[in-house]
């Protein structure tokens, strides 16, 4: 029995039911008691207490809860971090150059891939500029192998130079890099291996009619077609796969310890038909590229979209229906005197494990796809930041806030009246 004013209403329904335990702890909690009135419970506990006990007495709709948001949250994630993945794959050899402090391009090179080549003329013009320690031409383009079986693969051909090796492959796996200076050398990317018939150290393949000897594999990311990747010097993969007269695809530039890189730029692009680009640039305005020229940007982010989408929506309705079904003690909580800011605040906490709970379940399977694929060395590159994890834990308390929305307004004009159903 709970007395309100001078009248006595009977909360407790049937024995056996749910409805009888939470409406029990309710007067339990909400309710003075002598023995109590020496240490006052602390309200905010007390509507903590409340909303967890209402949240669990119901498993079945607060796993499905929790596994919506997941499923969402996984979603999210999963797609968001194959796009970005995508993204990095498509910087192509920016991912594996990184001794230079400028990229010397063509003034109307929009992306890593597609270039118009340099003459050497243009190299000099360059290595001749104020400020620079060294320029090299690196080489990048594709070309045709023929395999030992009579197969072929279409792979990526890099040009180092001979005396340098600046744009060598970050790590070698097997053989030395010193070797490439042999005549027909080549270091193959180590993923790639088994696209080209699980070759060793010592065997001959054919680029474009052309012999080509292993020395050895390194370990270098993929670009965004994932073809394998070769090293080679600077003439011999000129060799592999003939251009026309102008052969630089790229020049790579190193300040003097004294200059200043912006300085150096700026007066590298007052040659005019030069464009020089710092790392960070050229990575972003291939991204860029690839977002706007295809339908990348456009596919994935319809899939995030329906992701968060699908997990608004999940959670609208549940927890509506959760709430509907617990009507009856938001009731008698309203008729013990509570606010409609206490009765708002247990939907809130509700919405907030739930959205915690279930976003820790998804980004957690996100993370173990991104560390399986990376381990599986999978061509299929999943990139997980930080800024993709924090954005996506704000998207799944906004989707759970926003679905939580029909709930507050049904509880905020719930009536007392409604604890005298049958």
Not at 57 to 80: C, E, H, I, P, W
Not at 328 to 341: C, D, N, P, Q, S
Not at 400 to 417: A, D, E, F, H
Request: glycine share 8%; net charge positive.
């Amino acid at each position: 029995m709970i007395f309100i004013g001078s009248r006595s209403v009977n909360t407790l329904p049937r024995p056996g039911s749910r409805s009888t335990v939470t409406n029990h702890w309710c007067a339990a909690w909400l309710v003075p008691r002598p023995d109590r009135a020496s240490q006052p419970p602390c309200y905010p506990c007390i509507v903590f207490v409340i909303a967890l006990k209402m949240l669990f007495g119901d498993r079945t709709k607060y796993l499905t809860l929790v596994l919506s948001l997941a499923f969402a949250t996984l979603l999210m994630n999963q797609q968001g971090a194959i796009f970005l993945g995508l993204l990095t794959q498509a910087t192509g050899i920016l991912q594996n150059v990184h001794q230079p402090d400028l990229w010397v391009v063509d003034p109307g090179t929009q992306w890593v891939a597609e270039y118009r080549a340099l003459s050497d003329r243009k190299l000099n013009r360059v290595r001749s500029v104020e400020g620079v320690e060294w320029a090299e031409p690196i080489f990048n383009s594709y070309a045709v192998c023929e395999l030992p079986d009579n197969t072929f693969k279409r792979c990526q051909i890099i040009g180092i130079p001979r005396s340098t090796l600046v744009g060598r492959p970050p790590e070698m796996v097997e053989g030395n890099i010193d070797d490439l200076r042999a005549p027909d050398a080549i270091i193959i990317e180590s993923t790639s291996r088994a696209k080209l018939g699980n070759v060793n150290i010592g065997d001959t393949l054919k680029i474009n009619d052309k012999r080509a000897v292993v020395v050895g594999f390194c370990k270098a990311r993929l670009g965004f077609e994932s073809n394998a990747i070769l090293y080679s010097t600077f003439d011999n993969a000129v060799a592999f796969s003939p251009v026309g007269r102008e052969k630089i695809s790229y020049i790579l530039v190193k300040a003097r310890g004294d200059a200043d890189v912006t300085t150096l730029q700026a007066r590298i692009n007052t040659l005019g038909d030069v464009e020089a680009l710092t790392h960070t640039e050229f990575r972003d305005r291939s991204i860029a590229f690839i977002v706007v020229a295809t339908g990348i940007g456009v596919n994935f982010g319809i899939t995030i979209a329906l992701g968060f989408v699908v997990g608004l929506l999940l959670s609208a309705s549940v927890f509506y229906q959760f709430t509907i079904e617990n009507l009856r003690h938001f009731a008698v909580l309203k008729a013990m005197g509570a606010r409609a800011v206490t009765l708002i605040w247990i939907v809130v906490l509700q919405a907030t494990v739930v959205g915690v709970v279930g976003y820790g379940i998804g980004v957690g399977a996100a993370g173990a796809f991104t560390i399986t694929a990376a381990r599986m060395q999978s061509e299929l590159t999943a990139y997980l930041p930080w800024q993709l994890v924090v954005g996506s834990f704000a998207a799944t308390l906004l989707t759970i806030m926003l679905g939580s929305l029909l709930s507050i307004r049904r509880v905020v004009t719930v009536q007392p009246g409604v604890v005298f159903g049958g």
